[in-house]
């Protein structure tokens, strides 16, 4: 377990817990085995990762416990009694995605995101989707530093602002805030500085200057 998996079972509440993208099936074993969850369904998308999860399901003797699901997202996945779904490790363009094909996720359940890449455009596609954004923390991994968010469908209660947009709820209380911040501002300036060496879409460019400035 890393510190993406165990951030993003931090922020699981229920009893139920549906992993998409769970590749060996380390965040079902790790909630069952911690009684952060009395059920899980581990999903992956290929069924070479699924085989691997069965493995390791199997290993740590929780068959009974943890039912292993092909499928894309969470289109072969049934409500059921489901209360927690994670989806992480992957781009944000693709969590969107998976997000916006499920209804079901809009009856209550707990959403837990960890995108790898474009936070900004999944925050953005969330909020025009009716989703809100509960609150967002960061960690670190390797070399790379990501945020966490906890989800569910209700009428957002803040503005969908630029700032907003590339920094989340993010707030800089910890080490690992203050780093994501500092490198999402990284990230500003460089697609700025690219923009204005094209010598195209000006406007944009110093836009995001201004706001790779904040941090």
Known sequence: MDAR????????????LCDVGTDHGYLPCYMIENGLCKKAFACDVAQGPLNSAIAHIKERCLSDKITAVLSDGLDSVEKGDITDVVIAGMGGELIAQIVTRCDWLKEGINLVL????????????????????LCESACVS???????MQVTFAEPGYECSDEYLHYGFVKGRTD?????LQDRAAKLRTAAQ??????????????????????
């Open 194 to 215: 690219g923009m204005l060496r094209g010598g195209a879409d000006t406007q944009t460019a110093n836009k995001l200057l201004a706001l790779s400035r904040l941090y």
């Open 5 to 16: 998996l165990l951030a993003c079972a931090r922020l699981c509440k229920g009893d139920v």
């Open 142 to 148: 390797g070399r790379f530093v990501y945020s966490v």
């Open 176 to 180: 690992e805030e203050k780093r994501y």
């Open 114 to 133: 960890q995108p790898m890449t474009k936070p900004d455009i999944l925050r953005k596609k969330l909020y025009e989707s009716g989703y809100s954004v």
